[in-house]
């Protein structure tokens, strides 16, 4: 078992910054790597960001290329997703999830690649 405890949510206004961690804990050698997924109200979950460790490989969504990136610190086994120039639409409940350690880099995207996953923490950009 893999928990994940995500932090870094709150309210901002448009234009501003916000950065997200996500802590790691318990079997973490069963990591193959991170994502962060969003819900908004009355939407489906979808993909933001995701990095498969062995080989680095990362995935943005369309929607936050440049403007989102993932980054991991090893030694604390926390993610973090450095969110600038936020949007209104960026509003969502925010989750990282564990990727599979089988997973393929064509599979980052793909929710059905992840394996555990956070309570999720709240987004808001609002004026």
């Known amino acids: 078992q893999v928990q994940l405890v995500e932090s870094g949510g709150g309210l901002v206004q448009p234009g501003g910054s916000l950065r997200l961690s996500c802590a790691a804990s318990g079997r973490t050698s069963e990591i193959g790597g991170m994502g962060w997924f969003r819900q908004a109200p009355g939407k489906e979950r979808e993909f933001v960001v995701g990095i498969r460790f062995r080989g680095s490989n990362t995935v943005h969504a369309d929607s936050v290329r440049g403007r989102f990136s993932i980054s991991r610190d090893n030694a604390k086994n926390t993610v973090y997703l450095q969110m600038n120039s936020l949007r209104p639409d960026d509003t969502a409940v925010y989750y990282c999830?564990?990727?599979?350690?089988?997973?393929?880099?064509?599979?980052?995207?793909?929710?059905?690649?992840?394996?555990?996953w956070g309570q999720g923490t709240q987004v808001t950009v609002s004026s």
């Open positions: 999830a564990t990727l599979s350690p089988r997973a393929i880099v064509s599979s980052i995207s793909s929710q059905a690649a992840y394996v555990y």
